[in-house]
């Protein structure tokens, strides 16, 4: 597929994804003879797992390492074991620090909510701040 529908499926701008393209976290798979990116479902997969985490502030660094320990896994499923373990492992960090980060969100958004609660009352002749 074109970037034209992968931005669409993926609701990332053009150049959003041309930035993750410079970036090498997401490489189209291939070139139209006439030049245009071409993606396929896989490049869309890694496409979401990046916009997944930008909102949970990784950095494009942490965001390639989780890439490249998930592929080294998907490629390498009769890899050695400790080495397969050791992926696992770093994976599972990615998804703890996922966790811990997305609790620090919802801390921010109850104090948010609390304090647009706060104005409404305040401005709806409620309760003084």
Known sequence: MQIGEVA?????SLRTIRHYEES?????????RGGFRLYTESD???LMVVRRMKPLGFTLEEMRDLLDATDLLDAEESADPSQRRALLE????YERAATRKIEDLRLQLARAEDFAATLRARTGGGTSL
């Open 8 to 12: 669409e499926r993926t609701e990332l």
């Open 44 to 46: 869309v997969a890694r």
């Open 90 to 93: 770093r994976v599972g960090e």
């Open 24 to 32: 090498g976290l997401v490489v189209p798979s291939a070139r139209s």
